[in-house]
């Protein structure tokens, strides 16, 4: 399994409710190894173009005004098969269709409210690592359990 890099975001929703520590929770539990944090109020301009490929649907508008309307804690996370397992942890987008045991199943109730992203591939985590973060914000080091993780 290859190491890879992926971009989280704990949702303007999360952050109200009181969810970022559940949320990060999960993941060190997971033992996916954060390498890059911040809390960030976000402006227009960068929620549209980290939606950018969503430009001209009916959610744009919506989903942009949504990300823009409270702070949100962006971060890098760092593990074997990352994306694709953030993702998984994460659930379907629309809280209603995400299982139980997800986040979106367990933290959620509505499309327009899902809690959490994660990049849905590597082209999308290179473009959204590189527009969220300078390399100098991110940290490499090894955590102390990192060969227990892997066979
Ligand atoms: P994803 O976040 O699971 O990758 P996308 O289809 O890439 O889902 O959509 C990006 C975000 O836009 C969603 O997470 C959600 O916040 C919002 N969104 C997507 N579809 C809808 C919708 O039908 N209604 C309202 N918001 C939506
Ligand atoms: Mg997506």
Excluded at 77 to 98: C, F, H, S, W, Y
């Amino acid at each position: 399994m290859e190491k890879e890099r992926t971009f989280v975001m704990i949702k303007p929703d999360a952050v109200q409710r009181g969810l970022i520590g559940k949320i990060i929770s999960r993941f060190e539990r997971k033992g996916i190894k954060l390498v890059a944090m911040k809390f960030v109020s976000v402006s227009k301009e960068l929620a549209e173009k980290h939606y950018g490929i969503h430009k001209g649907k009916p959610f744009f508008e919506p989903t942009v005004k949504y990300i823009t309307s409270s702070p949100v804690v962006a971060m890098i996370l760092e593990g074997n098969n990352a994306i694709e397992m953030v993702r998984g942890m994460m659930g379907k987008t629309d809280p209603q269709k995400a299982a139980m045991g997800t986040m979106r199943g367990d933290f959620g109730q509505f499309i327009g409210r899902n809690i959490v992203h994660g990049s849905d591939g590597p082209e999308a985590a290179e473009f959204e690592i590189n527009l969220w973060f300078k390399p100098e914000e991110i940290s490499n080091y090894t955590r102390i359990d990192e060969e227990w993780l892997t066979e």
